[in-house]
C-alpha cells in the first residue's frame, strides 16, 4: 500500500511539475495613463512569454539573473506589436508569496525615476496548464 501511495504521489508531482504557469494581472503605466493586461507564462522548458492584451504585443523575457533578494532579471524581446510595444526593456519579477502565487511585475527602460516606460502591477496564478 505505501509503494502505492508512493508511486501515486511522485506521478502527481511530477504531473504538476511538468504544466505550465500562467500568471495574469494589470499593471500600470504612469506615463500612458493607463492600466495593461498582462499575462505571463512560465514554459515547462522555463521559457518566460510575455503577452499585453488587448494591445497585441507578445514576446519573450530572456533570463539574466537572480539577485540575493530573489529578484528575477529579465530582458524583454517584443516579438509580435513592436509598432505599439516598446522593445528591450528590462523586466522585474520577485514572488511575494511562499506558494508562488503571486508575482510583482515591474518593467522599464531606464531605472530612472520619470522613466516613460515604468509599468508596474501583480500578477497572480491562473491556474497549472498543460
Keep these: 500500500m505505501k509503494n502505492i501511495l508512493l508511486v ?19 499593471a500600470y503605466q504612469a506615463a ?9 507564462t512560465i514554459t515547462k522548458d522555463k521559457k518566460y512569454l510575455i503577452n499585453y492584451t488587448p494591445e497585441g ?17 529579465f530582458k524583454e524581446k517584443i516579438t509580435k506589436g513592436k509598432d505599439v510595444c516598446q522593445d528591450g526593456l528590462n523586466v522585474y519579477l520577485i514572488y ?8 510583482n511585475f515591474k518593467a522599464e527602460a531606464t531605472e530612472e525615476e520619470d522613466d516613460f516606460f515604468r509599468t508596474l502591477g501583480d500578477l497572480t496564478l491562473k491556474e497549472n496548464q498543460k
Excluded: M, P, R, W
Design 8 to 26: 501515486s504521489t511522485l506521478f502527481v508531482s511530477a504531473f504538476s511539475f511538468a504544466q505550465s504557469k500562467v500568471y495574469a494581472g494589470e
Design 32 to 40: 500612458a495613463d493607463a492600466l495593461f493586461n498582462v499575462e505571463l
Design 57 to 73: 504585443c507578445s514576446g519573450e523575457l530572456k533570463f539574466i539573473k537572480e539577485d540575493e533578494l530573489g529578484f528575477l532579471y
Design 96 to 103: 511575494t508569496d511562499e506558494d508562488k502565487k503571486t508575482l
